[in-house]
């Protein structure tokens, strides 16, 4: 796997196939045996995962819960909301936030009554710059949705700046740190409504594993609407005309819980927390810069920022118009050299598995196959 550039996908890590299936097997044999002890156990797993999360990202206890992905813990946050924050007010987004999510926005702006606001992109430019959020940033701004790091140019917004002029707006400030968590350090603030995440990418998890927290300064205000049995206190409250949110996070549950993302997801979550991000950071920061190199020297045009402080774990190039880019992803496939293109953009997110051999192998191959 030393070839593996695939980090903004999907995460890996030494050891990775031994772990998950050594998990999903407890898991096999805890649910398949023949005693009442089923839900006790996938339940305990499942808030050992909740609580992982939470020290990753130094989130107090009660604030998170799991969701399956991060559009639908969005989903859920709107519904949640009182009419105050978002009814005859602004959505703000950047143009290139993760697509999933603006397809969401546009489809809730009528039944909500908001405008969905997109901050574009300069001409010529790769990503929104913070300035600009900021610009289109004013006291109509009922929500703004910050994406931490990018998925095509791996650009890094400044989380705190950002939700501090959100403060300063009466705004409330939302995060999607999918593309950041597990490669650079973030920590949840007063100054931030919510978070949503994935459990993939540098996380090392499976699909199905998401996450939404929720600041404890509005999550008594939240009512979800995409409520369930487990959206209470105690789920076995089963009086049909007596259902009481539960006080913390358990209200953006619903229906029956899924727990094999969770158990799969698990080893990535222990490995990073074991690995420290200070040591996959410095590892990834080192291969990166290998890369920047090898680009400079060859004049591709770098379409990430190159300030470290401002990029997250990738970095994406762009080629020109002529070149073939899913021929050269291919053919670098073919000598286990693992990438992925978007448009004319290839994707590069070297990992603790990654090798500064194949760093050099992969730009080699670039440069080859481009010419």
Known sequence: MSGYFLYHSIGTFPGKNRAMSEALTRFSEVWSAEDDGQWPAALAARQTFIEHWERCIGAAP???TTAENVTAAL???IGSLPPSYLKGRRILVAADC???LHFLLAKLAERFDFQLDTVPLRPGEAYVRDEDFMAHW???VGLALLTWVTSTTSHRCDV???AQHGRQMGSLVGVDITQGVGIAPFQVSDDTSFVVSSSLKWLCGTS???IIHVNPRILQECEPEFRGWFSQTNPFSWGLDDFEYAPDARRFDHGTPAILASVASLPGLQFVESTGIDTLRSHNLK???RIIDHAQTSEWRIVSPLDDDRRGGSLMIRMGDHVDVQSIVSHLRDRKLFC???GQIIRLSPGIVTTEADVDLLCQGIQELSA
């Open 208 to 210: 199905g594993a998401g």
């Open 62 to 64: 009660g604030t998170l």
């Open 75 to 77: 989903f859920s946050l």
């Open 138 to 140: 004013d006291k109509s």
């Open 287 to 289: 291969l990166v810069r």
């Open 98 to 100: 993760f697509p999933s």
């Open 160 to 162: 705190a700046a950002l």
């Open 340 to 342: 992925d293109a978007r």
